[in-house]
Nanobody, 126 residues
Framework: QVQVVESGGGLVQPGTSLRLSCAVSGRTFGNTALGWFRQGPGKEREFLALVRWNGGDTYYADAVKGRFTISRDSAKSMLYLEMNNLQPEDTAVYYC???????????????????WGQGTQVTVSS
């Protein structure tokens, strides 16, 4: 079992940057994937990015590639999502999640992830 807790959300102006953090605790495995998702108002939860916890390789959704960056600090058991040039359409609850033993790579679907955080709200507005 892995526990994840997000933090770092808030109200920001369009064009600015924000870094989300996710504290990871519990047992991970060689191919455990840690991912970021978001769910905007009236929208389905969507995949944003993931990292292989023990290898560091990353994968991004096309919608955020080049604008969002996922990273991890294994020594601190922290996952991050750096978001640049935020726009009102980025307003959402952002979730961190873990797929402990992925059955395929990369795991991009919500149902592939076993452990979810409570989410952190990001609001982009002037």
């Amino acid at each position: 079992q892995v526990q994840v807790v997000e933090s770092g959300g808030g109200l920001v102006q369009p064009g600015t940057s924000l870094r989300l953090s996710c504290a990871v605790s519990g047992r991970t495995f060689g191919n455990t994937a840690l991912g970021w998702f978001r769910q905007g108002p009236g929208k389905e939860r969507e995949f944003l990015a993931l990292v292989r916890w023990n290898g560091g390789d990353t994968y991004y959704a096309d919608a955020v590639k080049g604008r969002f960056t996922i990273s991890r600090d294994s020594a601190k058991s922290m996952l991050y999502l750096e978001m640049n040039n935020l726009q009102p359409e980025d307003t959402a609850v952002y979730y961190c999640a873990a797929d402990l033993v992925p059955s395929r790579w990369p795991p991009r679907k919500n149902q592939e992830y076993d452990n979810w955080g409570q989410g952190t709200q990001v609001t982009v507005s002037s």
